[in-house]
T-cell receptor, first 112, second 111 residues
């Protein structure tokens, strides 16, 4: 299995500011994924991050709003830029190891 | 297209069996997963089934897959109050590894 940690676990931010979320995995993985879970909703994939290349964004998500870094095989960051209250969500990092898909504990973001 | 559907709510009595159902639309799914999310907590992978399997059993959990009908179910035997949570069905496509989630079924266990 994979152990995934995220920082911060939660934050309250003012609109117009940016927050960078860190994801650390205890093993090397090719792909890391960033998901969003809005209140009372299911999970939606934001983007897929490969080490050494630009992230691939899903429909409705853009790099300017959610820039992602993937400097090595165990770490990634997601930045939520120019935040608005609509960005209040849980943001989850995920990795696939063989048949299984694991998720981090999530970062609970509240934008005022 | 990718679409995973689940009923929103299920209520069972403690000790009974729970059956949570899920339908998906993409027959090219390779893996199908069940996740548990307790209030304020992250996603816990409960079990998964490969698309060429019909059934998988793991202690109190039984997963049944009807590939013809694109129907997946999770049966929890002897349901306990600690099983109260939201259960997400999810599918993954081989190669790309994108996982698509259902809306989640809230399981309420009545003591």
């Amino acid at each position: 299995s994979a152990v995934i940690s995220q920082k911060p676990s939660r934050d309250i931010c003012q609109r117009g500011t940016s927050l960078t979320i860190q994801c650390q995995v205890d093993s090397q993985v090719t792909m890391m994924f960033w998901y969003r879970q809005q209140p009372g909703q299911s999970l939606t994939l934001i983007a897929t991050a490969n080490q050494g290349s630009e992230a691939t964004y899903e429909s409705g998500f853009v790099i300017d709003k959610f820039p992602i870094s993937r400097p090595n095989l165990t770490f990634s960051t997601l930045t939520v830029s120019n935040m608005s209250p609509e960005d209040s969500s849980i943001y989850l990092c995920s990795v696939a190891l063989e048949n299984e898909q694991f998720f981090g504990p999530g970062t609970r973001l509240t934008v005022l | 297209g990718e679409d995973v559907e689940q009923s929103l709510f299920l209520s069972v009595r403690e000790g009974d069996s729970s059956v949570i159902n899920c339908t998906y639309t993409d027959s090219s799914s390779t893996y199908l997963y069940w996740y548990k999310q307790e209030p304020g907590a992250g996603l816990q992978l409960l079990t998964y089934i490969f698309s060429n399997m019909d059934m998988k059993q793991d202690q109190r959990l039984t997963v049944l897959l009807n590939k013809k009908d694109k129907h997946l179910s999770l049966r929890i035997a002897d349901t306990q109050t600690g099983d109260s949570a939201i259960y997400f069905c999810a599918e993954r496509f081989g190669g790309y590894q994108k996982v698509t989630f259902g809306i989640g079924t809230k399981l309420q266990v009545i003591p």
